[in-house]
């Protein structure tokens, strides 16, 4: 479809043009339209999809029609992080540039005072983490008599940070009568309660997961559990790396990654949750510009994170949920460029290693590296107890079994 069919007002329809959008994405094709009738909306879509598009578009279009005049905020765009804070600000200001419409971004990290005045002044929409929203109402800088439209955008992650108590108390604040839309990667049922508690006989919208570009060259590098650093060390070492973004998934575990890294004279930044804003940015920008050849990241501080030129992804813990295989090698690869995904593997994460393979339709190719001693034995503080070595004891052939499959 394209965006002149659809049921936009004529400034807005010249807006999007002037933007170069012509074809809308299969999420923008059936959520717009819903979303322009005033429909609460469940979606089902992954970042890339163009699903920011989809609920911004009916929310601006209902703006420009309101004559109410008000400095409340008439719109809320709740996102889990900071970064996909000012990534959707971003993308709401290019529509909104040449109307009166004000977009004001609030998230931790950042200094207070600014975001106090913003408000103050009067704002249309506030693209906001559930955290800092919620510090700028117990302060009383915000007022949500006007509200006519929330987003919960990215709801799955919002979840998995503990948002929910923040997220309630937000909605509780608000007038029951509004437009909801909440876009998530996947409906768990947490997801579907959510809905059920805070829309009202919503439109449902599901998107098929988008497959990883045929250009990503995968690869599985099975390894023991004590010899991942050193294996990622090597891997730096041997292939011709231009940048490099590895995937943590715990904040503990990026520092220890990070230190040793740096230990041996490579150029790495750091970001993850207890990063100051201005950390992040500094890290974010010294990768873009070549001065870090590698960045080490726990999924949810990526999450929306979109840099040019990232010739390899490494997995370093494969990702609980198989949707975050696909995103996190989606940063290589980029704007038709070639780009390799490497996931290191052990024996714990055979049933992941399933699950992910299961989504893609298709075995993900095992490799070793070339010259790599993976027969290094356990150090003492690594090795298991006694009774867990039992155990293993009983199960030594469904073991060497898992270890074959995996290789």
């Known amino acids: 479809m394209r965006f002149t069919e659809l049921d936009l007002s004529k400034p807005l329809q010249k807006t999007i043009s002037g933007l170069g959008y012509e074809e809308t994405t299969p999420v923008q094709t059936q959520a717009i339209s819903p979303g322009l009738q005033g429909r609460d909306i469940v979606g089902c879509a992954q970042t890339g999809t163009g699903k920011t598009l989809a609920f911004l578009l009916p929310a601006l279009e209902r703006l420009l029609q309101d004559r109410t005049k008000t400095r409340n905020p008439r719109v809320v765009v709740l996102e889990p992080t900071r970064e996909l804070a000012i990534q959707v600000a971003g993308e709401a200001q290019k529509p909104t540039a040449h109307t009166s419409l004000r977009v004001v971004t609030v998230y931790g990290g950042a200094g207070m005072k600014k975001q106090i005045d913003k408000l103050r002044r009067g704002v249309d929409i506030v693209v906001a983490t559930p955290g800092r929203l919620m510090d700028h109402m117990r302060r009383k800088n915000v007022n949500f008599r006007d509200l006519q439209v929330l987003v919960l955008d990215e709801a799955d992650r919002m979840l998995d ?3 929910l108590p923040d997220i309630k108390k937000i909605i509780s604040q608000m007038p029951r009568q509004r437009q909801t839309m909440l876009y998530s990667a996947t409906i768990p049922p947490t997801i579907l309660g959510l809905a059920r508690q805070f829309l009202h006989d919503p439109v449902h919208i599901e998107i098929a997961m988008a497959q990883p570009p045929e250009a990503i060259q ?3 590098y099975p390894v023991p559990k004590h010899l991942k650093l050193q294996l990622l060390m ?18 503990q575990e990026a520092d220890v990654v990070t230190r040793q890294l740096r230990q041996t004279k490579v150029a790495v930044a750091c970001i993850h949750g207890d990063f100051k804003q201005r950390d992040r940015i500094s890290a974010l920008e010294g990768f873009r510009s070549g ?9 949810i501080a990526a999450r929306g994170l979109d840099v040019e030129g990232i010739s390899h992804v490494i997995n370093y813990d494969v990702p609980e949920h198989p949707e975050d295989y696909v995103h996190r090698i989606g940063r290589t690869a980029r704007y038709e460029a070639e780009g390799n995904a490497i996931t290191l593997v052990t024996l714990d994460d055979t049933r992941l290693i399933h699950r992910i393979e299961y989504l893609l339709g298709h075995k993900i190719k095992r490799e070793t590296l070339p010259g790599f001693d993976y027969d290094v034995p356990t150090p003492s503080w690594a090795r ?19 270890w074959r499959a995996m290789c």
Do not use: C, Y
Request: glycine letters at 2%; charged letters at 20%; aromatic letters at 4%.
């Open 384 to 402: 298991p107890s006694a009774k867990t070595l039992m155990q293993q004891a009983t199960q030594s052939q469904s073991l060497a079994d898992r």
């Open 161 to 163: 940070m503990g948002f």
């Open 291 to 299: 001065k870090h050849r590698v960045l080490v990241a726990t999924n």
């Open 218 to 220: 995968q690869a599985l």
């Open 234 to 251: 090597a891997i730096l070492e041997q292939m011709e790396i231009d940048s490099m973004l590895v995937f943590t998934r715990t904040k």
